[in-house]
């Protein structure tokens, strides 16, 4: 059984912060498939269309029948553990910092052996006793990104244990919010709230909530999130580059996860509207200051990121599904969130190779004043609260929160074009 995580201690401030080594994170093409997948949360292999064999490492062809019609197929992972081992040593400055090390080689049942990190539950009695019983054993494989944001496999106990999540190795690839510390950029919102309420459950330890509009306060609800006990209040106004430095200035040092979820969003196109203050306004928050906070807190952030199991590890950003496609009744809406979506992308290459993962949320129509006019199903603030913490634990980078977003995904996948037409016709359905 995995020992629960304890509260770390005070870190000592003379202390100098460990510099980050990522593990080895060259990648062929095809084998980026396996990334690709595992981004959102998927354990997928290349099956072959021809022969139906499944295939491990990824290849440009079937080793069975070398046809090259190969397709990324959903796995369910389980198969038999058939050796482990320990690594007390290594040349890779990544693991060496992090030794002992456990891997096994595990036959899946869908017939490809594959080399695994080990969860420290596997077989944890029979590989204490070095009996014999350890082929036996049942493992379910799961594919996780690691600190470089490339596709490993780990090997799972085939059933859940107690403190499954607090494993040393699989902490390393996760963000999980446990004794973290977090910013969250909007507590006015419904959504924000919704938040800050699910992060103060997963047992953050501190929790930054910022709000921009004093004089509104009354009758937000801020107040009842303020009386939570991790939760302090911090001004910030994402549109004043002023406000923004100052609260990096306060607590940019410590911040482990930065939560985004700060938006304005209104509903018109084009023509419904003249002039451009409030598509401005839209571009202000949405883009503009996704921008600010990146540059302020972003390199304090990388400069964390391997400092012990409460390391910084995580910025998230709440996007949405209309960063894909335009959505013409909420068309300027629809452009500050693409635009928004393309700076993510800069921003999660930057933020790579100091192993710091950026998580990009795209809901559909979320359960807002903002939405009253659109016909169910919408996205409730507690489903999307829920879906970001569930991102960080699971350790994916996009997450696509709802029906409608599923949907959306699945038509942009299959023919941007359609959907545009689609779109243009009034919607979905
Ligand atoms: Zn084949």
Redo the contacts with the bound molecule.
């Keep these: 059984m995995t020992m629960p995580l304890m509260r770390p201690e005070r870190k000592n401030p003379v202390r100098r912060t460990r510099q980050m080594n990522l593990p080895p994170w060259g990648r062929s093409r095809v084998a980026l498939g396996l990334t690709a997948a595992a981004a959102e949360g998927r354990f997928e292999l290349q099956v ?1 269309d ?4 499944v295939q491990y490492p990824p290849r440009e062809a ?1 080793h ?4 090259p019609r190969l397709t990324w197929r959903a796995q369910p992972g389980l198969g038999r553990l058939l050796a482990t081992t320990t690594l007390h040593h290594s040349n890779d400055l990544f693991f060496r910092e992090r030794l002992p090390w456990t891997l096994g080689l595990v036959h899946l049942d869908a017939g490809p052996t594959l080399m695994v990190h080990l969860h420290g539950d596997v077989g944890a009695s029979a590989r204490r006793s070095r009996g014999p019983g350890t082929a036996a054993l049942r493992v379910r494989v799961g594919a996780r990104l690691d600190r470089a944001g490339q596709a490993v496999l780990i090997g799972f106990p085939d059933e859940e244990t107690a403190n499954m999540a607090d494993d040393k190795m699989l902490r390393e690839m996760t963000s999980d919010p446990r004794f973290r510390k977090v910013l969250v950029t909007d507590g006015m919102s419904a959504v924000g709230q919704a938040v800050v309420r699910e992060l103060v459950t997963a047992g953050a330890d501190i929790v930054w909530v910022g709000h921009a509009e004093q004089w509104k306060r009354h009758g937000s609800g801020i107040d009842d999130i303020a009386a939570l006990a991790p939760v302090t209040l911090v001004p910030l106004d994402l549109s004043d580059a002023r406000s923004v430095a100052e609260l990096a200035g306060e607590i940019g040092a410590k911040v482990d996860i930065v939560i985004n979820n700060a938006e304005v969003h209104r509903t018109f196109g084009i023509a419904a509207r003249r002039g451009t203050d409030v598509a401005r306004a839209e571009m202000d928050i949405n883009y503009f200051g996704l921008l600010r906070l990146a540059q302020e807190l972003g390199p304090a952030l990388k400069g964390r990121s391997a400092d012990g199991v409460t390391s910084a590890c995580a910025w998230v950003n709440l996007l949405s599904i209309y960063a894909l496609a335009n959505f013409p009744p909420h068309g300027t809406f629809s452009a500050s969130k693409s635009a928004a979506h393309s700076l993510s992308q800069c921003l999660r290459a930057e933020m790579r190779p100091a192993g710091i993962r950026v998580i990009n949320l795209f809901p559909g129509p979320i359960d807002d004043e903002w939405n009253q006019n659109m016909p169910p199903p919408k996205v409730a603030p507690v489903a999307l609260a829920a879906a970001i913490v569930k991102a960080l634990r699971d350790g994916v980078e996009d997450v696509y929160p709802g029906d409608v977003a599923q949907e959306w995904l699945e038509r942009w996948r299959d023919n941007p074009k359609v959907l545009e037409r689609e779109l243009a016709a009034g919607g979905l359905g």
């Design positions: 072959c021809d022969c139906g064999a079937c069975r029948c070398v046809s």
